[in-house]
């Protein structure tokens, strides 16, 4: 099972912009849809955004339009460009596959606060 390394959290201000990335143990990486999830203390984790093999990518209506997910097969790697940071993009950010059976990594915190 693939494991992951989120990275690239901190703390922004409002409107402010950061780039996520997750660093993959697979080979098979560039076989498999990714997708980043965010999750907020004492609520459920939820899904954000998706790129499958094709680069078809898919996000939910609070982030779309700022958000955008992308992969570098060459380097196992996915990433989350997020723009226009609102307080409620506060959560912490989890890369997902298949890959990676029922596991998580670590993920990264964000924080958005003036």
């Known amino acids: 099972q693939a494991q992951v390394v989120e990275s690239g959290g901190g703390l922004v201000q409002p409107g402010g912009s950061l780039r996520l990335s997750c660093a993959a143990s697979?080979?098979?990486?560039?076989?498999d849809s990714w997708a980043w999830h965010r999750q907020v203390p004492g609520k459920q984790r939820e899904w954000i955004?998706?790129?499958?093999?094709?680069?078809?990518?898919r996000y939910d209506d609070s982030v779309k339009g700022r958000f955008t997910i992308s992969r570098d097969n060459a380097n196992n790697t996915v990433y989350l460009q997020m723009n226009n940071l609102k307080p409620e993009d506060t959560a912490m950010y989890y890369c997902?596959?298949?890959?990676?059976?029922?596991?998580w990594g670590q993920g990264t915190q964000v924080t958005v606060s003036s």
């Open positions: 955004a998706t790129i499958t093999t094709g680069l078809i990518t």
């Open positions: 997902k596959s298949s890959l990676m059976g029922p596991r």
């Open positions: 697979s080979s098979l990486f560039s076989f």
